[in-house]
Every structure is written in structure tokens, then in C-alpha cells.
């Protein structure tokens, strides 16, 4: 999926929970999702995020591919607990939604992500190309859902 689609699914997900549960921090809990959201495509150097941090990029690409260990459940986990060490509850949570989201959004797409690799090789995807006419849709219904969560 393209950057802005990770992002504001990102910040549907960070806004619908501080909707709906007591989150204290609500501007920081919405601004880790966001980030965490966007974070998986860190492994592509060309991505958004990627070019900004080049070698760092490059040296993930280089170990695991884009789409590889970034693109599994295993590292949300990892940072999840990583969080949960430090006693920071709320990181961790926010975090762990936000990369989730972006993992959701790739299984929706032709490209799809091998969620259990290495334990599971099955590769998940859908049938939204990315950049295409669907995932626009998909884009313009997240930010319809995003209104409605701020203005309702």
C-alpha cells in the first residue's frame, strides 16, 4: 500500500481506540500508531520513511528483504515486549496497533506479506494493487472514517 494509506489507517485506528477506551495520553498513544503505522516499509529504501534513513535502510534490505521479517508478526511482537520490559504499557500498545495496521493493509494487497515466515511460508494477500483504483477507494473511505471520528 502507498505511504498516506499506511499513515491515515494509522490514525483511524489510533483515534477509533482513544474513542472507545480510556486512553490517558491521546495525542501521544494517536502520534506513536501513526509512526509504528509507517515504520514496516523502514526495510525499503526508496520508501518514504526509507530515504530518510538510507543506510539504515539499506543494511534491513540487505538482511531480510523488503517485505520480510518487517512484514511478519514476529517484530510487532518483539517491540511489543521490548515496551512491556520498560513498564511502558501505553507504548507498547499504541505501537503494536499502529505496525499492525500497516501489516493488515499489505495482506489486502496482490503483494500480500508472509505474516508466520519462517514457522508458516504462506504468503497472505488480497486484490488491491497498490496505487490502484481499489487501494483510492480504500484511501478515501479510511479518511471518510477519520471525519466521522473527529467531527461526530
Known sequence: MMFK???????????????????????????????????ADLDHPFSKLGNKVKPLSWLLNLLFGHRGFMH?????????????????????????????????????????????FPLNRTRINGFIKVGGFLEWVVFIAILVGIGFLLFL
Not at 18 to 35: G, H, P, R, T
Not at 80 to 96: E, I, N, Q, S
Open 72 to 116: 511478519t508478526v514476529w517484530f510487532p511482537f518483539f517491540i511489543y515486549f521490548l515496551f512491556m520490559v520498560f513498564d511502558k504499557t501505553l507504548w507498547a500498545g499504541a505501537f503494536f496497533l499502529g505496525y499492525m495496521s500497516h501489516l493488515i493493509m499489505d495482506m489486502l494487497s496482490t503483494r500480500g506479506v508472509y505474516f508466520f
Open 5 to 39: 494509506t499506511h499513515l491515515v489507517f494509522g490514525l483511524l485506528v489510533g483515534l477509533f481506540m482513544i474513542e472507545y477506551f480510556n486512553i490517558s495520553e491521546k495525542v501521544l498513544f494517536v502520534s506513536i500508531c501513526v509512526f509504528s503505522a509507517v515504520l
